[in-house]
């Protein structure tokens, strides 16, 4: 029987246990290598010993075995399907001190800025009109004028407000600080989609001296965030690692750890997983010269393991990352992108130099075209879809169906008509054209259910119809 009550400490993050794992982890032989990626063929997920067996690959034909799973794996479940979104910082005001952050409380080098609601009605003007359908909305943890939560559920209300042409946010997540159980419902009440909480690291030493001072130091708050999110009715959570911090064996370990605490108590797990890795702050010397830092070999790593072990959680991919690791990346496992982002509040109406008020440096600034063509000719549907979280398809709901395969004939058939939307209201000529010719493409390879929505929702949209899905 779930008890569904939130867990008060991080009791969860079992130290002893992820170091007798590692402990136990050897340079594998190759048939122990093969043996756990055919498990991992059949979409059931991997054990934390298995996890730490696979961490440890460096033998570069078992790595290209552990990448073709991490492939076929992504293949299985996501098909060509690549969800897009834009971050939208509206404050940059923080009380709290992580030695890693620009936004950090004592950090005189950035211009500080927190957005009234004209200013974030006119941010999201400018993404609708770039053709986003799904924000992220982005805080240091101190809101203006002491209006606590009510700052961030007025933004949700003026973002859900703005129409522009055709165009609307259709999906407002958030990246904020963890909140009490009360100050969740309320935010289920203002529509929120998923709620992110990153806990940075799940190595209490590192936590301690990374996070100096402010309500963030308590990492038992963090960690059980994601407890009181659920308790609260906010079932789509999204958890994230800030790989630089610890070393990532250990983390990617604890997170399988908090992964499965959630779905002990909840019955579901996390609908993403977020894998930023450090990036020069402005005023932050620890983000320059990060204590673990992480090569891009156990980078591709990271995520294709991450793919095998939790099948159906979502990975999201920032612009932390350069486009051509990105583009690396998804075929080993990530499934949504952000695209055309700035990380300083006002960035997308002004021009002033992002490193004045931004959260930390990006490694992909291509505008939302120029990705949505690359995935193109990578064969990728760029996807704008939110049919799962308007249909209440949220949580446990949604694992019900992924689990199954039975998502696969709504995914697919929304992820074309979002993009036919996009095309047709927003793209380039170039990405006009080559974009409905691999959309007339890949509806003909879809299983006969999906083809026929597919088709169905694409002649809508190509009539004038928006907002269509199933
Ligand atoms: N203030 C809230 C918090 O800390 O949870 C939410 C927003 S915070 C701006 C979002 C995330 O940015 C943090 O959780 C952290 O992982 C990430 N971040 C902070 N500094 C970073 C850096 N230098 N490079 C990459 N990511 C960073
Ligand atoms: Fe503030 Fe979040 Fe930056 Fe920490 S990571 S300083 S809490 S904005």
Known sequence: ??????????????????ADVLAKSHAPASSEVLEILAKARELHGLSMADVATLSLVTDPGLLEELFHAARFVK??????????????????????ECLYCAFRAKNTAIKRRALNQEEIARE???????GHKRILVVAGEAYPENKGLQYILDSIATIYKVKSGNGEIRRVNANLAPLPVEEFRLLKEAKIGTFQIF???YHRPTYAQMHQAGKKRDFDWRVTGMDRAMEGGVDDVGIGILFGLYDWRYEVLAMLQHIAHLEDVFGVGPHTISVPRMEPATGSNI????????NDDDFRKIV???????????????????????????????????????????????EEDPMDSSQFSLGDHRPIDEVVLDLIHLGYIPSFCTGCYRL??????????????????????????????????YASPQTRKEGMELADKIVLTMPPLARERAEKQAALVKAGKRDVYC
């Open 392 to 425: 209440g398809r949220t949580g446990a709901d949604f694992m019900d169906m992924a689990k199954p395969g039975l998502i696969k004939s709504h995914c697919d058939p929304n992820g074309v008509s979002t993009f036919l939307e996009y095309l047709l209201d």
């Open 304 to 350: 294709a393991i991450f793919r095998l072990a939790v099948p159906y959680t979502g990975i999201i991919m920032s612009t932390r990352e350069s486009a051509q690791m990105r583009a690396e990346t998804f075929a080993l496992g990530v499934s949504q992108i952000s695209a055309g982002s700035r990380t300083n509040p006002g960035g997308y109406s002004t």
């Open 124 to 130: 999201t003007e400018i993404l609708i009109n770039q």
């Open 75 to 96: 293949e299985s479940i996501y098909g060509r399907r690549m969800v897009l979104f834009a971050p939208l910082y509206i404050s940059n005001l923080c009380a709290n």
């Open 287 to 294: 983000s320059i010269n990060p204590p673990h830092p992480v």
């Open 199 to 201: 806990q940075e690291t």
């Open 1 to 18: 029987m779930k008890t569904k009550i939130s867990a008060k400490t991080g009791h969860f993050i079992d130290d002893q246990a992820i």
